[in-house]
């Protein structure tokens, strides 16, 4: 007698009905964007990839963001998928996951020049006077805007790979500290520190604040 074909396997209709109702428990926990978390997110580059397999070849896309609240917080993400949405929906959550805080002066630019480096990239980073604008190349601009910075001077010295530019940005950036942070932990005052005037004037005591 023949064996009827069983339908509660992986291949039957019960498979297809667990899988369905797995794609849908996955699509109500994915996180939604809501207009209150105030972030502005960038696509830096997206890449198409392929993976070698017996049947032939693979097609997925990478890609890379960053996302800032453009008031001192950034990060940056990455993520692959077989297609371009769910890609970039991987590399923000990853962005939002790690971001940090970035010290700025007068909330524009930078309190002082530093160099950052990651593999074979390396950028420089200046402070730059009030109207300067951001004068840096594509990856790291994304960065600046979506971090709020004004005003600063980039330039990359090293590899123009993007994921390698962006990383040796948020390399530098991790590095930057204010000098109000430098004076709590020497356990100074910030006068001290960036050599004010000793007399009081209304000059002194705004620099001094305005760090």
């Keep these: 007698m023949a064996r009827e074909p069983r339908t509660g396997g992986e291949g039957g209709e019960g498979g297809e009905r667990r899988r369905g109702r797995g794609r849908d428990r996955d699509r109500d926990n994915r996180p939604e964007r809501t207009e209150g978390d105030e972030l502005k997110d960038k696509l830096v580059t997206i890449n198409r990839v392929a993976k070698v397999v017996k049947g032939g070849r693979r097609f997925s896309f990478a890609a890379l963001v960053v996302v800032g609240d453009q008031k001192g917080r950034v990060g940056w993400g990455a993520g692959k998928a077989r297609e371009v949405p769910e890609a970039i929906r991987k590399a923000t959550e990853q962005a939002k996951r790690g971001m940090i805080r970035v010290p700025m002066k007068e909330g524009r630019t930078l309190h002082h020049d530093i160099i950052g480096e990651f593999g074979a ?10 109207g ?3 004068i840096a190349g594509g990856p790291m601009r994304a960065v600046f805007e979506t971090l709020g910075m004004g005003d600063v001077v980039a330039k990359c010295t090293g590899t123009t790979n993007p994921h390698n530019m962006v990383k040796a940005t948020f390399a530098a950036l991790a590095r930057c500290t204010s000098p109000r942070a430098v004076a709590a932990r020497r356990g100074k005052k910030v006068s001290d520190l960036l050599g004010t005037r000793k007399d009081g004037t209304p000059e002194a005591t705004a620099e001094a604040a305005n760090v």
């Design 121 to 130: 990239g390396r950028v420089i980073l200046r402070a730059a006077p009030a």
């Design 132 to 134: 300067t604008g951001i």
